[in-house]
């Protein structure tokens, strides 16, 4: 009977510990900006900036989500800046679909650029540094997969979409009235936690300061709106215990078994294989414990590493279990009332995910 690795699975705990931290402030921190009306205000400026050019609204909200994603992590992208996509949209008189699926999919492609804007980001931070290297050489590696996956997707959309963003909108609808102090401080914090995560401040420690603010202001200002304040308790569990439960396969042979499917090497081929592999477990499984799973195949290779985050972060577009963010994302566009057909949804992602995906590997193949 095999015995497992007491040690592993304590070192699991301890690389762990930091991301639940990160994930559970970085939710408060986003709440309390999303009901400061941090969001709100955001989404009615770039309708204002758009010039009632519908292409132009839709590229402003895209960099809107971009810049979300990238700081505030793709779930808060999924959650938060959903609602505010669709009631622009509805408001100016365009197809709140573009703007749902939009949200969609650059919440999961544009999830690259910084350890904090993906769960998986954070998980690989720790292996760049059994490597040596830190978090400025994961942006060095990042950021042309980032760009370029980014840059597939809004190809796509525009593609699809092409015939309604040619459309133009009259009207630039306000946004609701909110506390102006608490809005400053909660904008002011958001604004922070980009070059502070930049630069390489430790996540966790950023994201609990700027959760403790938000709350400390937001009691004094405005008490009834922290009430209630969803803290995601039982994801954050559901994420050790999956963790957990990768390391005891792993521990079992899953990790040779990943190891004989994943290609070797570093040319664009292996890369976009290694990518691939990823993305394909993450559409059969989820993003998180994907990643997790291929890993050990990988872990020795900074590019390699690199790859995997390209397929578990931009792949997981075809299967709605894929990413936590879609099943997020899914249910505020039926509280909104917005229906996206799964027969138009699936290939569609598909397409998205294999453009993505390839775009991303082979600009990591070529920078790096």
């Known amino acids: 009977m ?68 990238v700081v505030l992590s793709i779930d808060t992208t999924a959650v938060l800046l959903t609602p505010v996509g669709l009631a622009v949209a ?78 133009a909108y009259t009207v630039d609808p306000p946004a609701d009235p909110h506390d102006p102090v608490l809005l400053r401080w909660a904008g002011g914090v958001c604004l922070a936690l980009g070059p502070l995560f930049a630069l390489g401040a430790p996540p966790w420690a950023v994201s609990l300061a700027a959760a403790a603010v938000l709350l400390l202001v937001a009691r004094r200002r405005a008490p009834e709106l922290v009430r209630g304040l969803p803290v995601p308790w039982v994801m954050a569990a559901a994420f050790v215990g999956v963790s957990l439960l990768v390391e005891v396969l792993h521990e079992h042979g899953l990790e040779r078994v990943v190891a004989a499917v994943v290609p070797d090497g570093t040319g664009t081929a292996a890369l976009l294989g290694v990518a691939g592999v990823g993305a394909v477990v993450a559409n059969l499984a989820n993003n998180l414990p994907a990643y997790l799973v291929v890993e050990p195949a990988v872990a020795q290779e900074p590019l390699r590493l690199m790859a995997l985050l390209v397929g578990v972060n931009a792949g997981p577009l075809v299967t709605p279990w894929a990413s936590l963010a879609t099943l997020l994302w899914i249910q505020r566009c039926r509280t909104a009332g917005v229906a996206v057909p799964w027969r138009w949804l699936v290939p569609a992602g598909a397409a998205c995910a294999v453009l993505s995906v390839a775009a991303g590997a082979v600009a990591l193949a070529v920078a790096g």
């Not at 762990?16 to 939710?27: D, K, Y």
């Not at 709440?31 to 309708?47: I, Y």
């Not at 492609?109 to 954070?122: D, E, Q």
């Open 90 to 167: 509805r408001q100016v008189g365009l197809d709140p679909r573009i703007f749902a699926v939009t949200t969609l999919w650059i919440a999961n492609t544009g999830s690259m650029l910084l350890p904090v804007s993906n769960l998986t980001n954070l998980l690989a931070l720790h292996s760049f540094g059994r490597l040596g290297l830190g978090h400025g050489d994961y942006v060095r590696l990042a950021w042309a997969p980032a760009l370029a996956c980014v840059v597939a997707t809004l190809v796509l959309v525009g593609a699809l979409h092409r015939r309604s963003l040619r459309a």
């Open 2 to 69: 095999t015995v497992v690795d007491g040690t592993a699975v304590a070192g699991m705990v301890e690389r762990l510990v930091p991301v639940v931290v990160f994930l559970l402030a970085i939710t408060v921190t986003a709440e309390v900006a999303e009901r400061a009306g941090v969001f709100d205000v955001a989404g009615h400026q770039v309708a204002r900036w758009g010039r009632h050019r519908a292409w132009a609204l839709w590229l402003l909200f895209s960099a809107l989500a971009v810049v979300c994603t």
